[in-house]
């Protein structure tokens, strides 16, 4: 299993927008074969701040799901919404194993 959790600040200008095309992504993320868990998440503090907490049930399934047509949309589309570019780091998975725990 593969975690990456992906840090993204927004311009305060396309939170909305952002919300909307992220939002869109997880659906069709959770559809994908070997995909786990598709977070979304805001910060309280800094609203223009998300993760995303992205697990997968291996790495090819991970590789994978950067050449789905939902990805590269969403790629695309936020590009220019980003105040910083967005940071992911891949972590390997210590607890819990096995997928009947996710």
């Not at 799901?65 to 969403?74: D, G, M, P, Q, S």
Request: charged residues 25%; hydrophobic residues 40%.
């Amino acid at each position: 299993m593969i975690v990456t959790v992906v840090s993204i600040k927004v311009k305060k200008a396309h939170i909305d927008g952002f919300i909307e095309a992220t939002l869109e992504n997880h659906r069709h993320s959770i559809k994908e074969e070997g995909n786990l868990r598709f977070d979304v998440l805001q910060s309280k503090e800094h609203p223009d701040c998300f993760t995303l907490y992205e697990a997968y049930a291996s790495e090819a399934a991970a590789a994978a799901h950067k050449n789905t047509a939902h990805y590269l949309k969403w790629k695309e589309q936020v590009a220019d919404w980003m105040a910083e570019p967005r940071v992911g780091v891949a972590h390997s998975v210590l607890a819990p194993l096995g997928k009947e725990n996710w």
